[in-house]
């Protein structure tokens, strides 16, 4: 059975940093792009990052540039997400989720849990 | 990056059938057939119901359609049950490995 679970949530201050893992079970990780996506409390869905099979190839939303990093271990099945230089406007529940083919051109298809991430001080 | 547009809610009635539209750009919607919905309920992850503008992942009900017209895209729930109570959201690739969600529309079974 697929499995996504996100950890690594927290409060942070504004101007922090915090890194989100997410554990992958259930598929071949390393065959499937992968991506954060957000929701702040009470808004909709906000796509984040996502990361190629591979690795090799990373993308980012305008909002995070800069600030966010994604990345990925297949030897350990793990995706996570370095956010630096946190904002109040960060503060979301933040799911994991893997596209349905091995580049981010494709379907965003199951989704983890999420972990919340509140930015305050 | 802006957001693709629905309607902020819908409602019907049990038995009865509704769409939501999903109003994007050329950039977006108009230029590739990689649009999916999801639903969501309160305090849940959101759940893949169509993917690639019509088709039905395993598991999920024929009541569930979804067809696309240029720039908008639109998901129909025929036979409208209590459980399909929920948030749902639209979500177009956008180009240069980039993805976009609608805002989301809140439908009602009265």
């Known amino acids: 059975e697929l499995q996504l679970v996100e950890s690594g949530g927290g409060l942070v201050q504004p101007g922090g940093s915090l890194r989100l893992s997410c554990a992958a079970s259930g598929f071949t990780f390393s065959s499937f792009a992968m991506t954060w996506v957000r929701q702040a409390p009470g808004k909709g869905l906000e796509w984040v990052s996502g990361?190629?099979?591979?690795?090799?190839?990373?993308y980012y939303a305008d909002s995070v540039k800069g600030r966010f990093s994604i990345s990925r271990d297949n030897s350990k099945n793990t995706l996570y997400l370095q956010m630096n230089s946190l904002r109040a406007e960060d503060t979301a529940v933040y799911y994991c989720?893997?596209?349905?083919?091995?580049?981010?051109?494709?379907?965003?298809?199951?989704w983890g849990q999420g972990t919340l991430v509140t930015v305050s001080s | 990056q802006s957001a693709l547009t629905q309607p902020a809610s819908v409602s019907g009635s049990p038995g009865q059938s509704i769409t939501i539209s999903c109003t994007g750009t050329s950039s977006d919607v108009g230029s590739y057939n990689l649009v999916s919905w999801y639903q969501q309920h309160p305090g849940k992850a959101p759940k893949l119901m169509i993917y690639?503008?019509?088709k039905r992942p395993s598991g999920v009900s024929d009541r569930f359609s979804g067809s696309k017209s240029g720039n908008t895209a639109s998901l129909t729930i025929s036979g409208l049950q209590a459980e399909d109570e929920a948030d749902y959201y639209c979500?177009?690739?956008?180009?240069?490995?980039?993805?976009?969600f609608g805002g989301g529309t809140k439908l009602t079974v009265l």
């Open positions: 979500c177009s690739y956008a180009g240069s490995s980039t993805v976009l």
């Open positions: 989720a893997n596209f349905n083919s091995e580049v981010v051109a494709a379907t965003v298809d199951y």
């Open positions: 990361i190629s099979g591979s690795g090799g190839s990373t």
């Open positions: 690639e503008v019509s």
